[in-house]
């Protein structure tokens, strides 16, 4: 399989992706530490996940033309926290409010949209933060949703949490010379709920007019 053939893509925003754009805000190379960044706790909520598209894309090599295949979601909304120091997540929010390098999501034919922070929420677990936060999806796409929304929470966990798994996904280096990722604990157990009086009315599925029993009460 030649190299980069297929490019596929996580369900939700990874920590090393996250972390990467923090580290491009404030300015950081490749080649500089991260392990600050990398010590904050990570969690994301799933507003809305999206569909997964399948891009058509053709690379030209030296000796042949040949298709490769790419992976992107489109129309999620999700909402990340990090839980650290106030000063520090100040510094952060800063940074995404006025980025010293370009920022992208994953790639670089996907650029941010929108307002990048809702700021710091101080006194606040990361955890509080996430099922506090009003629901980030558009009135006109509410319409499309159930009338009742279930948010998934995904979040950094210690390995006294019982229920977790074991991710690959908190970078050490971003050098190109020698990349490094270590593992992360993730619990994917929380979530909330929420009404949604723009959503589609409940219709239980494999139901039928008709009922058995009338054909009975007429014997």
């Known amino acids: 399989m030649v190299k980069f053939e297929r490019r596929g893509t996580e369900r939700v925003p990874t920590k090393s992706g996250v972390v990467g754009l923090i580290a491009a805000a404030l300015g950081r190379r490749r080649n500089e530490k991260i392990n ?29 033309t040949y298709v490769t295949t790419r992976y992107y979601l489109s129309d999620a909304i999700f909402l990340v926290g990090l ?5 520090f997540l100040d510094q952060i929010d ?3 409010q006025h980025p010293e390098f370009p920022l992208f999501l994953g790639r670089r034919s996907c650029p941010p949209e929108g307002r990048l922070s809702l700021g710091v929420r101080e006194g606040r677990t990361l955890l509080e933060a996430l099922r506090e936060e009003p629901w980030l999806v558009h009135e006109w796409m509410r319409k499309k949703e159930d009338a009742e929304v279930r948010l998934p929470i995904l979040m950094d966990v210690g390995n006294e949490t019982a229920g977790g798994y074991v991710q690959r996904d908190l970078p050490l280096s971003f050098d190109q010379t020698h990349r490094e990722y270590g593992f992360r604990r993730v619990c994917g157990s929380n979530f909330i709920c929420i009404s949604n009086p723009y959503g589609k009315p409940f219709v239980p599925k494999n139901t039928t007019e008709q009922d058995p029993l009338i054909e009975l009460e007429e014997e």
């Not at 010590?39 to 030209?60: P, S």
């Not at 839980?83 to 000063?87: I, P, T, V």
């Open 36 to 64: 600050d960044l990398s010590a904050l706790r990570f969690g994301v909520r799933v507003d809305r996940d999206g569909i997964l598209l399948r891009d058509y894309h053709t690379v030209k090599s030296r000796k042949s």
């Open 83 to 87: 839980e650290g120091e106030d000063a």
């Open 94 to 96: 800063y940074a995404l």
